[in-house]
């Protein structure tokens, strides 16, 4: 989520934007683990922060490497 946040503003402006737009009251320090892949946030915090940075939920919160491994050790088990 690094690259992302340039685009919001400090933790502080994600903090106070998810607050007033969404109701979600989170720590700066709360959110600063979630943005350092500390801290898994519930479906509903992901989804918000999803929609403040406009970008997909998957793109700010699921490796695609993962899944293209476990896609590569699928095909390799069933060959």
Do not use: W
């Not at 109701?23 to 320090?29: A, C, D, F, Q, T």
């Not at 918000?48 to 970008?55: H, M, Y």
């Amino acid at each position: 989520m690094n690259a992302v946040k340039i685009m919001v503003g400090s933790k502080k402006d994600v903090v106070k934007q998810l607050s007033e737009r969404f109701n979600i009251n989170i720590s700066e320090s709360y959110y600063g683990m979630i943005e350092q892949g500390v801290r898994t946030p519930s479906l509903h915090i992901a989804l918000a922060i999803a929609q403040l940075f406009d970008a997909e939920p998957s793109e700010l919160f699921l490796d695609n490497n993962t899944t293209f491994c476990c896609e590569n050790g699928m095909k390799n088990k069933t060959a």
